[in-house]
Structures are given as C-alpha cells and as structure tokens.
C-alpha cells in the first residue's frame, strides 16, 4: 500500500484536519500521480457539510486535481513519468452502458465512480485530492497541455468543463446571445468559454460590483438581476442562458429572458427545489435542462481547447493549512475566483 498524507473531515461539518491513510498499490492499468494542485470546488463544501446527503467520513475532498506521474503500472500506454497530469470528478465508471459507450461516463447508468465520496470497484472508498498521491486508473487520467501551469489549470477539470460541456452541447458560438448567470468560481469559466467560442456573452449577477472583472474575463454585458429593470430590458433575448448559482432565485425570471426555442441550462444545485411554471416554458417553446461536467473525451478536449487559447482559471493559491478559512470566504463569496490548494504545504 501506499502511505499518503492530507486533511480531512472526520465527521459532517467538522474542521478538515491532517489525516494520514493508505491507496492501493498500482496495478496493470494504474497511474501514479504526485499531486501538486487542488482546486476547491464548492461541491467539496456541500460534501463536507453532508448538505446532500450521503456523505461518509472521513472524507478526503477535492476532484480538482494537477500533479505529475510518479509511478505507472506495466500495461499503462498513455502516461510515462513526468507527464503533467490531470483528475477530474470520477475515477471509474462501468464502461459497458449506453452513456459510457457515448463517451458520457458522467451519466453512467451504474453510477461514475466520483474522485472521493465514492466506492471504487474493489469496495474501498474513494478519496480525494487534499492529499500528496492518488493512484487512478489511466483511462480516468487527463493530460494536461505544456502551456497551461499545473496551478491555473486545477480548476478546468470540474469548473472548466461543467461549463463547456453544456456550452458546447447547445452550440454556443458566433451569433449566439449566451448569458452567464453568476460570476463566481464556475461563472467566471463560462464567461472565458464563451468569449474564445465567438459568442456574444452577458453576465447577469445580483450587483455590478463585479461588472469590471466581466468585461476583462471576456463579458460583452453585465446586468444587475437586483434592478427590475434588467428583466423587462432582456426579456426574449438570449439563446442560452446556463445558470451557475446554487442559490434559490425565480428560474422563472430568467425563462423569460429566452427567445424562441431557448434553453436554460442548470449547472449549480441549490439545497432547496425551486417550482418552475408551465407558462413560461410553453409561451417560446422554451426548455430547462441540466448538464454534469463531462466525459473523459470530452473533458481532454475541452483542456486542449484551453491550452490552445490560453484559458485558464483566475486563482487564489493558499496552503492546505489555511483550507478551513478559505470555505469560510467561501460561502461568504469572498474569492475572485477559485482557490486552489498547494499541495508542498503538506510537508510544514
């Protein structure tokens, strides 16, 4: 086995804490990645807090994972020692349903195999990136592009391709009217996304106080949802609207804002349903939908597509010490735009 340090959560909403535990040695297929960079994603907090459910303990968070191989088993073709590396959302998933036959292992009707949280197929559980190592498979491994640095890139592998998976599904592009809803740590990609695929991009956030750092991230727009106005100005105007906010606002505000045979895209998950009437759909055959990240494909397309125009993740390094303060600034949406953890901070 392999001897692995990081922090965890030893119950529901406790303080993470140094926490040393043990991965399987690798096997045929098994890459070994010494982890350099974690992102922080906001679902690492809901997971934490066991504010869906389902959550066991300890739990070693993080699916925002940069590093480099250190170790690869004997039948591994794709990775040698030193490649730049990437871990996603999940590790595994079935590989034989219709969803991972499509390249869709996030949809995999058995369920994907998530990067901690989870139960790998030999009964261990799954955990995540707060740690010095982690052993994956390869085909559950990302290559990272040489010009994009380990720690801006972190946070492309859940934050980046939640965005461009559903931005590339509904065709965003020239003579497209995309808007962003909320510019937060997944916002902020969208925007980015958006921009380099050509489309006309509007941020709507609550305030304008973020209105600056938009239009330099690549925003044609900002509006304010605060002023009433913002909804009759817009209304009927936009061909895709992906909603980043976990927050409970009226989804029926921003259905209005649809043109005919718009769709709103789902990507944040507030705590709470929120109703959505039928009037609103039906008035512009307009839909809702939801999107989850992305396919292993997918997702190495998407960092390509990244390391080809420059796009990485607008970042807040810290040390793995100061991780409980930064959940904290966290919910208090106090970082522009994602934190990520350095992972040499473990060995003070």
Not at 160 to 185: C, D, F, Q, R
Not at 338 to 348: G, N
Request: proline share 4%; with cysteine.
């Amino acid at each position: 086995m392999i001897h692995v340090k990081g922090y965890a959560a030893k119950n529901a909403k406790a303080s993470l804490v140094p926490y040393s535990f043990e991965r399987r040695e690798p096997g045929d297929n098994d890459v070994v990645i010494d982890i350099k960079y974690c992102g922080i994603c906001h679902t690492d907090i809901h997971q934490v807090s066991d504010e869906w459910g389902g959550s066991t303990f300890p739990m070693v968070p993080g699916h925002e994972i940069t590093g480099i191989v250190s170790q690869i088993g004997p039948k591994v073709t794709r990775y040698n020692k030193g490649d730049k590396v990437g871990v996603g959302c999940f590790v595994d998933s079935c590989r034989t349903c219709t969803a991972c036959m499509k390249n869709l292992e996030q949809y995999c009707t058995a369920g994907m195999v998530t990067t901690y949280n989870g139960v790998g197929k030999d009964g261990i559980p799954t955990q995540g990136g707060y740690s010095n190592q982690i052993v994956v498979d390869e085909n559950y491994v990302l290559r990272i592009p040489d010009m994009l640095s380990l720690d801006r890139a972190a946070p492309l592998l859940c934050a980046g391709i939640t965005l461009y998976s559903p931005l590339m599904h509904w065709n965003a592009g020239p003579g497209k009217k995309i808007a962003i809803v909320g510019l937060g740590g997944i916002g902020h990609m969208g925007v980015k996304l958006a921009h380099a695929l050509g489309a006309e991009v509007t941020v709507l956030s609550h305030s304008l106080k973020k209105q600056e750092d938009g239009r330099k991230l690549g925003a044609d727009h900002f509006y304010a949802t605060s002023d009433p106005e913002t909804f009759k100005k817009l209304k009927g105007y936009f061909d895709l609207i992906i909603n980043t906010v976990s927050a409970e606002i009226d989804w029926n505000q921003y259905l209005e804002l649809l043109t005919l045979d718009g769709s709103m895209v789902v990507v944040g998950i507030p705590e709470k349903q929120i109703p959505v009437g039928s009037f609103s759909l039906v008035a512009g055959r307009r839909s809702i939908a939801g999107s989850l990240i992305g396919g292993i494909k997918e997702t190495q397309e998407m960092l390509d597509f990244c390391g080809k125009n420059n796009i990485t993740s607008e970042i807040e390094v810290i040390q793995i010490q100061q991780v409980n303060e930064a959940y904290k600034r966290i919910l208090n949406s106090d970082v522009r735009y994602r934190f990520v953890i350095d992972l040499k901070s473990l060995e003070l």
